[in-house]
C-alpha cells in the first residue's frame, strides 16, 4: 500500500457499529470495562475488486449453480476500508472484533508487542480474562479484547493476521487518565461435570470434493440429508 493511502483512511468506526448489537447486563456494566469512545467494533472481511471499484466475487462454472463453497480476496478491510488507521490515546481499549470474512481465518496480533487480554467470545464474557499474544477467528466467529495502549505513548501499532497487515492504531503521546479497569474475574461461568454425561457423540462436519478439489458439499457425521435421524436427545 501507498504510504499516503494511511493519511487519508481513516477507520470507520460508524460502520462497524451498523452491525453491533451490543446486549449488556448488570454484571458487566458493573465491572467498568473500557465504554463509550473506548469501545470499539472492528469487522474484518477479505475482497476482490475490479479495477472500477466494484466488488468481484467468483462463480462457479455450472450456470445452474453458480455457488462456489468459499472464496478469498487480496484486499483486507476493516469496518469497509483498506489499510486504515485509527488514533488512540495511551490507555486500555475495548475492541469488539467480528471475522466477516467468506472463507479466511484471522490470527491476529499486535507488533509491536502490546498487552492484550481476551475476556469474551461468541458465548459472551470469560470465567477470567486471559493473556494472549494472538487471537484466531474462523469465519462468523467473534473475540471481546482489551488492549492497552500506556506503555506505547508516541508508537505506532500495526494489527495483523500472520504476513498481513490489517490497520494502524497511531498512540497519542499525552498521558490521559484511566478509570477503566480490567478485573481478575468476570463471571461466574457454572461447568456441568463430564462424568455425569449418560452419552458421548461425537459428531463430525465433512466436506466432499471431487478429483479436482472442487466441494461436492458438506456432510454432517458423513451421513446425506435424507438419511435415518441418528441423534435423539430427550429432555432431561
Known sequence: YHDHSMGINRLNIYAGLLGMH??????????????GKFEIPLTLFDRDLRADGRLSYPVSADPERPWVPEAFGELHLVNGKIFPYL??????????????????????????????????????????PVAVSYVQ?????????VVDFTPHRGAQVLLMSDGFTLMQCRVG????PDYSVLPAVLRAVPRLAQSSAVAIRRLTLDEKTNRVAES?????????????????PLLG
Open 22 to 35: 451490543v446486549i449488556r447486563d448488570a454484571v458487566e456494566q458493573a465491572l467498568h470495562l473500557p465504554e
Open 216 to 232: 461436492e458439499g458438506m456432510l454432517l457425521n458423513n451421513t446425506p440429508w435424507h438419511m435415518p435421524i441418528t441423534e435423539k
Open 173 to 176: 503521546g499525552t498521558r490521559v
Open 87 to 128: 488514533d488512540v490515546a495511551p490507555r486500555k481499549y475495548r475492541f469488539r472484533v467480528l471475522n466477516a470474512a467468506n472463507g479466511r481465518f484471522y490470527r491476529l496480533s499486535l507488533t509491536p508487542a502490546v498487552e492484550m487480554h481476551q475476556i469474551g467470545g461468541d458465548q459472551g464474557l470469560l470465567a477470567s
Open 137 to 145: 477467528l474462523a469465519p462468523g466467529e467473534r473475540a471481546d479484547l
